[in-house]
């Protein structure tokens, strides 16, 4: 298994409610990334986890609380987003820890619309 | 401090001629250079990196790319372009030093003429 999971594929949200985005992956990689990504745009570093702690928080809004349950599985809750917080968002893992010349393995992202 | 410039945002070929996509970086420290595709409503993937090893780098789909530090560029090409390259191509660059941080350059649209 060499892929990186994310679901859902697509969600849309009011910006009251509160919804989870999931990433999975089964590689034993031992760091794990959120990007944001917006149309025609680089994708922005959010958060990482390496060795499920959380190693960098790139001055992310509250809004936005990532978790990380296991080795496998990272999370991203969402609460009261703002309409600019819609984007691609990607997920990201690398076989060791935090190591910047390493291969990123991307999922395929979630299409966030925030309404 | 470490940046990457891109040189052309948008690319179109026909399909069969080469392909050119043109990065420079600008890096304190002997730099990894990454590029990865972008295929459209999908993730990256890496289609080759450079860490101090040749300075030619075969990768992925026919890609290949040059560093060449004297004119901090790290160009890719491929000799005959095909319909499924048409994507999103980024250039990345990270500095060997504590900083952890990728940077990624503004991306170049590719487009494949039939």
């Known amino acids: 298994d060499t892929e990186v999971t994310q679901t859902p594929k697509h969600l849309v949200m009011g910006m009251t409610n509160k919804k989870s985005l999931k990433c999975e992956q089964h590689?034993?990689?031992?760091?794990m990334y959120w990007y944001k990504q917006k149309a025609k745009k680089p994708p922005e570093l959010m958060f990482v986890y390496s060795y499920e702690k959380l190693s960098i928080n790139e001055s992310v809004p509250s809004r936005f609380s990532p978790e990380c349950p296991n080795s496998s599985l990272l999370n991203l809750h969402l609460h009261a987003l703002q309409p600019e917080d819609s984007a691609l968002y990607l997920c990201a893992s690398t076989r060791q820890g935090l190591l910047t010349n390493e291969k990123l393995f991307f999922g395929s992202g979630t299409q966030l619309s925030v309404l | 401090a470490q940046s990457v410039t891109q040189l052309d945002s948008h690319v179109s070929v026909s399909e069969g001629t080469p392909v050119l996509l043109r990065c420079n970086y600008s890096?304190?420290?002997?730099?990894?250079l990454f590029w990865y595709v972008q295929h459209p409503n999908k993730g990256l993937q890496l289609l080759l990196k450079?860490?101090?090893?040749?300075?030619l780098v075969k990768g992925i789909n026919g890609f290949e790319a040059e560093f060449k530090k004297s004119e901090t560029s790290f160009h890719l090409t491929k000799p005959s372009a095909h319909m499924s390259d048409a994507a999103e191509y980024f250039c990345?660059?990270?500095?060997?030093?504590?900083?952890?941080?990728?940077?990624f350059g503004a991306g170049t649209t590719v487009t494949v003429r039939a």
């Open positions: 990345v660059v990270n500095a060997r030093s504590n900083d952890y941080k990728l940077s």
């Open positions: 890096s304190s420290y002997s730099p990894s």
């Open positions: 590689m034993g990689h031992r760091a």
């Open positions: 450079y860490t101090s090893a040749a300075t």
